[in-house]
């Protein structure tokens, strides 16, 4: 699939880009910042203004609810939740 996600805030710290401008995405890997590489026709095209584009996340200190307090939340409930909000990877201080 390609994808051209437009008009996003693109925030790489490992290339040091920030900046608001359009990202070509094939076959899940990005081959295009700023201008389409050539011959790319976009299968699907992502209005990103006012939307962060970036890295997933990752939490270094997460707390779970189990054991002992599932009826509050579950592993899965809150690993659903962090995905929802751009986290990628939790860490579980002891």
Known sequence: MT????????????????????????????VGLDTAPSGFVPERQLNATGCLVMPGLVDLAARLREPGQEHKATIASETYAAAAGGITSLCFPP
Do not use: C, E, H, N
Not at 14 to 27: E, G, N
């Open 3 to 30: 994808l051209r996600i437009i008009q996003g805030r693109v925030i790489d710290p490992a290339s040091d880009v920030d900046r608001i401008t359009d990202l070509f995405v094939a076959d899940g890997k990005i």
